[in-house]
């Protein structure tokens, strides 16, 4: 069981930046696929982006290509997405989830992560 807890949400003006954070219980998270996903109010989780097990791909929603960027610390059991140029319509909650069997295929659905955290709030407002 991988217990992940993200951090770093807040209030941020459109056009800005803020970088959310990921921490996970396990010892390492080598061998696991990661994902940010995002839960708009009344809407479904979207994916936002993904780091394959061998983290030798990163992958981005169309939306959020060229702004976002999505790094691991595998020594620290951590996970980043660093955000940038955020717009209004991109507030939500955030989630990490962390995955040990998912294809890179998969890496953008939401069913194929086994483990998940509580998410942390961005919003983007002036």
């Known amino acids: 069981q991988v217990q992940l807890v993200e951090s770093g949400g807040g209030l941020v003006q459109p056009g800005g930046s803020l970088r959310v954070s990921c921490v996970a219980s396990a010892p390492t998270l080598r061998g696991y696929a990661l994902a940010w996903f995002r839960q708009r109010p009344g809407s479904e989780r979207e994916f936002v982006a993904a780091?394959?097990?061998?983290?030798?791909?990163?992958y981005y929603g169309d939306s959020v290509k060229g702004r976002f960027t999505m790094t691991r610390d595998n020594g620290k059991s951590t996970v980043f997405l660093q955000m940038n140029s955020l717009e209004p319509e991109e507030t939500a909650v955030y989630y990490c989830a962390a995955g040990k069997r998912v294809i890179t295929s998969a890496l953008g659905s939401r069913t194929a992560y086994d483990f998940w955290g509580p998410g942390t709030q961005v919003t983007v407002s002036a």
């Open positions: 780091i394959s097990r061998d983290s030798a791909s990163t």
